[in-house]
């Protein structure tokens, strides 16, 4: 690699990860995916359900072994390390889950869920663990009156920071966000919203947003990654992948994702794709998403489309990128090409 | 024209033509030993024929429990409802079992979030389709199986007649989803409570869904109640926004008018708070703090404790006030807030 490009927080090379569901099938759920998140970058992966995604997040933070290729934290392979060595470095490599009901131990209380990782860790001094814990717990919005309470007291944003308080206890570099604010009421989502960036700030963190929420990505994000069963189809800067997709996918997800506008300031068309998720176990031959394509050609299902650089640092999987009829940003957002919209009365005839 | 929805034949809040339903003050407590938790209070809204109203609001607002009672799907031991709720002029409050399960799938219906739940899963789709058929019409097996077929095509699933001897845990999401809507429609109800409907789906496959109720509504006439948190679907499917708050109905209006120049803090703030809409990587403006609790419900305006505008006049119960031509708004500083809705 060459020095002078800061070293990738997390780099996946050609990573995989399938598992054998018997009879001799196996099931792909990640197949090939390459990406780098550079340091203090918010990285989303957004994609349907199957499509992998919370499979790659678990495997950048060692949760599942890569099947092939390799993923490097820093330059380093985790899995090179001795056991004891990728105990202390996974401590650096966080995750918070969508769902914060089945994260915490109902029988343990706010503080002891949220020192628990110190306690498991073992470096701290006990008085110096309850110290960072209530400091955390003030810092995510919770008052030090929760310290003895248990989850179900709780509401599911409130349990959403004590989550968030209990990854931060070790300090880490990097958190993968897992639907963190896919099960949360639009007005705490955005809360939590909130903090996750003022805490990116103060912390210096990296975080990989997982999401099939397009609306909370394209927020959050730097650059964004999309998935379809089990490989990135698109990969690039949020607003250039948003505005100008490259893939008939990021199309139609994009075209999907109902938006609270006023009819004149909506799309007057949009791509509904036919179909479901194939199955991964047998995916498509040639361009995995062909069968829902509107463009597809006798060359996606004879040929897997190559990952190629179709502008400065955006990057797709299809065959037919940047030749396409793709909906153009006026077709797919109106409302960001009239600038006069914020100017327009409501009209009562 | 943008989405799939016609735009609503009937009228606006103050109704010109008869209204298909008309919910007027419906209160719902739930007992809870000797005494009662009220879950929501003087809950007043009509749909006209063919309209498509949105409900929305949080968790624990009461959105679901208003949907239940309108189909009678409360538990009379536990619950008290007072109020009327008028379907074609019959009042479904105080009505017999009886006479409440002839109405039940064949004039209202309603269609749940989780439909793995909702289907019976020892049964087919098909059993379950004709299950509502011969309950409500004198029909030979023979003909309730075509007509299930046809209604399963009618809801964009491929191979109906295959499909119609097929277990629940043998179709997908989005298929169990159309076969739950299906069973739903089969008797043509004149209106069709939709609670979450596409909540539990990927987003593509939820677009598919929106469609084929877009078409419903548009091919059989049928009024539907929306009932989502989601303010994007409610944009691409209604044409007027009923919002819930506490157990209150705070505001109502057309869904355009709403979005651009909503009258409530509240709904203001649900507004202003989809990321999709705000600036990329700027600060959300959040609700502070969150939905009271059923029991916990403050005095005066049930929103006050979150709300940045309020003043003194906000510590009585608030009033449903109508905002010419077409809205309603419960917050007594309306007429002097200039709020921001979504632009």
């Known amino acids: ?349 | 024209m943008t989405g799939p929805f016609p735009v609503a034949i009937g009228g606006t809040a103050a109704g010109q033509a008869a209204p298909l339903l008309d919910v007027r003050g419906l209160g719902i407590s739930f007992r809870n030993g000797p005494s009662a938790v009220q879950v929501t209070r003087d809950v007043s809204f009509a749909i006209a024929p063919g309209e498509v109203v949105g409900l929305v609001g949080e968790s624990g607002c009461g959105k679901t429990v208003t949907g239940l009672a309108l189909m009678g799907l409360l538990p009379r031991a536990t619950s008290l409802v007072e109020g009327d709720v008028v379907l074609e002029g019959e009042n479904l409050i105080g009505m017999s079992q009886r006479r409440l399960r002839q109405r039940r799938g064949a004039k209202i219906s309603m269609i749940f979030q989780e439909p793995m739940s909702a289907l019976d899963p020892v049964f087919t789709i098909g059993e379950q389709i004709s299950e509502t058929l011969r309950a409500h019409r004198s029909i030979d097996p023979r003909e309730a199986r075509e007509r299930g077929i046809e209604a399963l095509a009618r809801v964009g699933i491929p191979e109906p007649a295959l499909r119609y001897d097929a277990y629940p845990h043998q179709l997908s999401g989005g298929m169990r989803q159309r076969a739950m809507i299906a069973i739903a429609i089969v008797c043509e109800p004149r209106l069709l409570i939709a609670d979450e409907p596409t909540t539990a789906l990927d987003v593509t496959v939820q677009a598919q869904i929106v469609d084929v109720l877009g078409d419903l509504c548009s091919r059989l006439g049928m009024a539907m109640l929306f009932i989502t948190h989601d303010l994007g679907l409610v944009a691409q499917t209604c044409s007027r926004l009923v919002t819930m708050y506490a157990g209150e109905v705070i505001e109502e209006g057309r869904i355009d008018d709403v979005l651009v120049s909503p009258r409530h803090p509240y709904t203001s703030g649900l507004l202003r708070s989809l990321p999709a809409l705000a600036e990329r990587k700027t600060r959300l403006p959040a609700i502070p703090g969150r939905v009271p609790a059923l029991g916990e419900i403050p005095e005066g305006c049930r929103f006050r404790a979150r709300c940045s505008f309020s003043r003194s006049p906000c510590e009585v119960s608030q009033t449903l006030d109508p905002v010419p031509p077409a809205a309603l708004v419960r917050c007594c500083r309306h007429g002097e807030l200039a709020l921001k809705g979504v632009l």
């Not at chain 1, 349990?159 to 206890?169: F, G, W």
């Not at chain 1, 919203?193 to 805490?199: G, I, P, T, V």
């Not at chain 1, 153009?328 to 957002?333: I, K, N, R, Y």
């Open chain 1, 1 to 349: 690699m060459d020095t002078s490009q800061p070293t990738p927080i997390v780099a996946v090379e050609n990573a995989g990860v399938h598992f054998p569901i018997g009879h001799g099938q196996v099931l792909k759920a990640v197949d090939g995916v390459d990406l780098a998140v550079m340091p203090q970058e918010t990285f989303g992966i957004i994609g349907e359900s199957g499509s992998g995604k919370t499979t790659l997040g678990r495997a950048i933070i060692c949760l599942e072994k890569p099947s092939i290729g390799r993923i490097l934290h820093a330059g380093i392979d985790p899995y090179s390390l001795s056991a004891r060595e990728l105990r202390r470095h996974r401590r650096q490599y966080q995750i918070v889950f969508q769902d914060p009901n089945a994260a915490l131990d109902p029988r343990m209380t706010i503080l002891k869920s949220i020192r628990e990782p110190m306690d498991v860790a073992g470096d701290l001094p006990d008085r110096d663990r309850r110290a960072r814990a209530v400091e955390l717990m003030e810092r995510v919005g919770l008052s030090p009156d929760f310290a003895n309470r248990y989850p179900h007291e709780l509401s599911g944003g409130q349990k959403q920071r004590v989550c968030i308080a209990r990854v931060l206890t070790l300090r880490p570099s990097l958190i993968v966000c897992d639907e963190a604010v896919s099960a949360l009421d639009v007005s705490i989502q955005a809360d939590i919203l909130n903090l996750f960036a003022e805490l990116q700030a103060e912390f210096g963190l990296t975080y990989i947003f997982i999401t099939h929420n397009l609306g909370v990505v394209a927020h959050v994000s730097d650059r964004v990654a999309v998935m379809y069963l089990g490989r990135i189809v698109e990969l690039g800067r949020t607003e250039d992948v948003v505005l100008h997709p490259a893939h008939p996918y990021t199309e139609a997800l994009l075209s999907a994702e109902p938006v609270a506008l006023p009819s004149q300031l909506r799309p007057d068309k949009r791509v509904v794709l036919k179909g479901e998720l194939p199955s991964p176990i047998s995916p498509p031959s040639g361009c995995r998403f062909r069968t829902r394509c509107r463009f597809a050609q006798p060359l996606c299902a004879a040929q897997e489309p190559p990952w190629r650089e179709t502008a400065a640092g955006h990057w797709s999987a299809c065959h037919f990128a940047g030749e396409l009829p793709i909906m153009s940003a006026a077709e797919l957002h109106p409302h960001k090409q009239r600038e006069s919209a914020s100017r327009l009365g409501v009209h009562h005839e």
